[in-house]
């Protein structure tokens, strides 16, 4: 069991991950007139040096021969960067484009098409108010059509990348920062080539502008790491339910951001399809709670069970089924 002190210490840390992935908003205009492809590019080149710094501090380099020993891990590394290029870099041109509150609700929907997934491609079987979730998250995104006059592509795109993102980094099973090194190696040298090309044609930003927008450029590679270290420090220390409610955080922030501070526009058919979203997170999160409680009553029993006969006690995984196979659903 996790002390007090450290759930406390877990709970701060993933507040400050998913409140500064729900603030960064504010963070890509300061960029401008850079373009969403070269802020990218600089991302990947700056994301690399700051955790190859760490790693070199921590002296953790074994994964990487374990790593090239591994083409199926290292092609699955492979996927993982080239999905997160897309999420990122969509995201970035949809904040700079004024579509705060569309990219805001590409998680909000995650979860939904999370699950989705899972029954698509690993053949899970839903709960009924699972089921439900994935029902009215569809009649929301029909109903943010009609009002668009097209799907939400931007949060369609942005849901379903860091989905498959999340499926293939649960495939791949590496540490946060050990995952990030090896994927921005990967984007490493196609965003150098970019940057570069971008130089000799003249069309970089960098060092154009100042020493203080070369430094924000350059600050990137802290916009990245920063909050996933948060994440991994909250994720020993907190249950994944306390994570699974965190989550949302990041959208409600970006949302409100959207229409507080970027004064984005709100019509009627928006706050319908928001509102049948919330509605099927809310049927999820109650489940989760529900499911988790039942649990943990089920562990519990089966320990005094197991205590009263002196046998070994039970554990079980987060659905209730033994713990070591409560790892095989997608990642959330």
């Known amino acids: 069991m996790k002390s007090e002190k450290e759930q406390r210490a877990g709970l701060l840390y993933g507040i400050g991950a998913y409140g500064m992935w729900g603030l960064v908003p504010l963070f890509w205009p300061l960029l401008k007139p850079a373009g969403a492809m070269e802020i990218l590019a600089h991302r990947m080149v700056w994301s690399l040096a700051l955790v190859g710094i760490a790693l070199l501090a921590l002296r953790r380099w074994g994964w990487i021969r374990e790593l090239r020993r591994q083409p199926r891990k290292l092609g699955l590394v492979a996927v993982a960067a080239a999905v ?57 995104v029909l109903v943010l059509a009609i009002g668009y006059g097209q799907p939400p592509w931007i949060s369609l795109t942005l849901a379903f990348s860091f989905a498959i993102y999340g ?76 994570l699974g409610l965190l989550q949302y955080l990041a959208p409600v922030f970006q949302f409100l951001l959207g229409i507080l501070y970027f004064h984005e526009a709100m019509p009627a058919e928006r706050w319908a399809g928001f509102a049948l979203v919330w509605l099927a997170l809310t049927c999820l999160t109650w489940d989760a709670l529900r499911t988790a409680r039942r649990n943990k009553a089920e562990a519990l029993r089966l320990a005094v069970q197991a205590a009263a006969s002196g046998a070994a006690p039970v554990t079980t995984g987060p659905a209730g089924a033994p713990a070591a196979h409560a790892a095989d659903g997608p990642a959330s």
């Open 84 to 140: 997160i290029t897309v999420n990122w870099g969509l995201y970035i041109w949809a904040v700079n484009s004024g579509h705060v509150v569309e990219a805001s609700l590409g998680y909000f929907i995650n979860p939904l098409v999370t699950i989705a997934m899972g029954v698509l491609l690993l053949k899970e079987r839903l709960r009924p108010a699972q089921w439900a979730a994935v029902g009215i998250g569809l009649a929301a």
């Open 167 to 242: 499926l293939v980094k649960k495939k791949v099973n590496i540490g946060g920062l050990e995952s990030l090194a090896a994927e921005t190696a990967i984007q490493f040298l196609p965003a150098m080539a970019f940057l570069v090309w971008l130089g000799a044609d003249g069309s970089a930003t960098f060092g154009g502008h100042g020493a203080g927008h070369a430094a924000l450029l350059a600050a990137t590679g802290l916009v990245t790491a920063v909050p996933l270290v948060c994440f991994g420090a909250a994720a020993i220390r907190v249950p994944l339910s306390t």
